[in-house]
């Protein structure tokens, strides 16, 4: 048997107990819980084969009561004695794609960063557009691509054309971007034909991870009208290993900024809440960004509710992401085209000075939180690393 | 045993053959193959298990040999007297959604469609966007709500605007229209970093089915900017329950329209192809449109290259739709939108003057195209009823 010791300040302490798919030398990918600089075999510990499959789904599906009470579980036996065969150093297991995404969904709901876009992309029109404040702005992105940290970035290949090119050229994208993102997991689905409220956001929702939506502006630039982003994001959308519980969140939840106008009922909650993330985008090692989740004009549970007002069914494992994640200020920026103003204001990175991903360069998006034990917990990193065009 | 009379001109003889899921009385849902009237339990007739499965995504991904392979063999098999318990009467039998919905995209590939609508949401603009002869423009749709023919329409309810309202209401969509689409089912996926130059079409696309993307257009009209269409579309889109194979539309392949500018080398197929279906939309049983899918702009190979240019990976079962068919006469167009001008210039439907669907309408969406054999070969019926919003 053996005893978890979690260091005074660990990001993975009892209040945070996030589920990820890991393997072992010698196990299937399985369902565990980080505690500390361990991974916990759930299956093993808990003696439910509903964690001896290699995906978070089936117990997601289990839905809000059960949630509860395996964190119980999990709290009572990371407590205690364990197992040692079914404790694992984190650095000795592979981490896998923690859920299978059904659809996925991006929305744009930071008015820092809707509002610098517009700018950027249409600078003789008014940033944000019309709809703005009274929806949140969403598109449905390539569930297929979603990916886990890890996975190499290979530079896409699309069509770009400078505003003074007569005809659209081929190529590696010139002008690949992150977007630092939180995403929400659907944990119980919704039939076709019916809403989801925002009140039964924290029932339906299973927790939270973190996102980077690379981007390809070139790509994105040419093809994006009419209908919206396409190939200039489909190539990859990597999430953090660490599903953490919505509820390990709840010491983080604050208030959204003021909401004016007034949204339409079906987007009102008694106090709309967010989370008190703290988000840090690292560039080859440096922190060039902090953003602040907080900061977000809307609410999780108004995303979720606006894309089920029309009926829309949800899944298990369906997937929401925030859109970029910006502050008010130039260091609390989510995507390289905000910090260097559409690369024209470089950045100076390990010395250079930088606007765009070059091959090699590597991306770490974290996050804490404030934890219900006082202290901060943290988000799986998503790191990736940009890998030429074919 | 039993023999299938098959009907001179049936629209599914020998040289259709098209693939479903079924369940007839006391068996679970299988795959099963349309010959004349009846439907053909695969599995028991081919004594093959991958066919008992209620999805055809296992078969699909077995690849373009095998499909071939399978083909010869229900050919010889329903040449010949079969086992009276596997063949079933297709009025007996309820047919299900033939395969899982990966990713889902919608593209916009009909120059007449895309004018008509430019004109339309944007009349103080060019028709077509700068990109749109140069690239098949798309968007990814939700795949969790693709439905089979005979699913309810539920009337969406979401946030419209007129131009003259001072802010947006919220309600049931009082534009509710169709678009009249033929998909295309990826059999066997490509990886993360690949992509699938247009040569590699007809080895990775399985069939192709009938889709009435479902479009509220006042939603639609006042959320799609800057990211794209979303609950304006994600209620409801509805595909024809038999999945034509690719192989059996040979005989339908004619030269796409010219196209000019030459497209960039990654579309350049030696001679574009597309599909000499002809499209029929029938509204409370009148036919009112019969969009010709031989004028599509760009090729369907050319839809799938474009998609995976970018390196995008593809799964078995993804979905890809043409846009709306949209042919150069009024009486061809796919979409009420169209065919009424914004719901300017009613049209007569059963004595009655009609622009967008009310509750309680039937659409149903039919096509036939040449078959090797000289004839005419149907796609299954795609038949949906509007009901009212809850």
């Known amino acids: 048997m053996t005893r978890i010791a979690i ?3 660990s990001p993975f302490g009892l209040a945070n107990l996030p589920y990820g798919v890991f393997s072992a030398p010698g196990t299937t990918p399985r369902v ?10 759930l299956a093993a510990v808990l003696h439910d084969d509903v964690f001896a499959h290699p995906t978070l789904n ?10 509860v009470e395996v964190r119980e579980r999990i709290l009572d036996a990371v407590d205690g ?19 299978d995404v059904g659809d996925y969904v991006d929305f744009y709901a930071s008015e820092h960063h809707a509002s610098n876009l517009g700018r950027l992309f249409r600078p003789d029109s008014e940033p944000l557009m019309p709809n703005w404040k009274h929806l949140p702005v969403g598109y449905h992105g390539r569930a297929g691509t979603v990916v886990p940290s890890g996975t190499p970035i290979v530079r896409p290949c699309g069509q770009r054309k400078a505003p003074d090119d007569d005809a659209p050229g081929f190529g590696p994208s010139r002008r690949l971007d992150i977007e630092a993102e939180v995403g929400f997991v ?23 991870v973190l996102v980077n939506d690379w981007s390809a502006r070139d790509i994105q630039a040419w093809e994006y009208v009419p209908l919206g982003p396409f190939l200039g994001k ?30 339409l009922p079906y987007l009102r909650e008694k106090s709309p809440w967010g989370l008190d993330l703290e988000l840090a985008v690292e560039w080859n090692g ?37 859109g970029t994640v910006s502050g008010p200020e130039k260091d609390q920026r989510g995507a390289f ?22 091959d090699g360069d590597e991306i770490v998006l974290s996050a804490t939180a404030p934890a219900a034990d006082g202290g901060r917990l943290g988000f799986g990193e998503v790191r990736n690393r940009v890998h030429p065009a074919p």
């Open 32 to 41: 565990g819980v980080r505690v500390a600089d361990s991974v916990v075999d």
């Open 58 to 67: 089936p117990f997601m599906a289990q839905g809000h009561e059960r949630w």
């Open 234 to 263: 489909s190539f990859a959308t990597s999430v953090s290993p660490w599903v953490v519980p919505l509820l390990a969140l709840e010491a983080a939840r604050v208030a959204t900024p003021p909401q004016d106008p007034e949204p």
């Open 337 to 358: 085209i905000e910090l260097t103003w559409g690369g024209r204001e470089p950045m100076e990175v390990a010395g250079e000075p930088r606007t765009f991903l070059m």
């Open 186 to 208: 659907v944990g119980t689905g919704s039939a076709l034909g019916t809403t989801v409220p925002v009140d039964e956001f924290s029932e339906r929702v299973f927790g939270a």
């Open 7 to 9: 260091p005074d300040g």
């Open 81 to 99: 004695d364990l197992p040692s065969g079914a404790v694992h150093p984190v650095a000795d297991v592979a981490l896998h794609m923690p859920f």
């Open 286 to 322: 440096q922190v060039v960004s902090r953003p602040p989740y907080r900061e977000m004009y809307w609410s999780p549970a108004q995303m979720l509710a606006h894309m089920t007002v029309n009926g829309a069914a949800t899944r298990t494992g369906d997937l929401f992401a925030s």
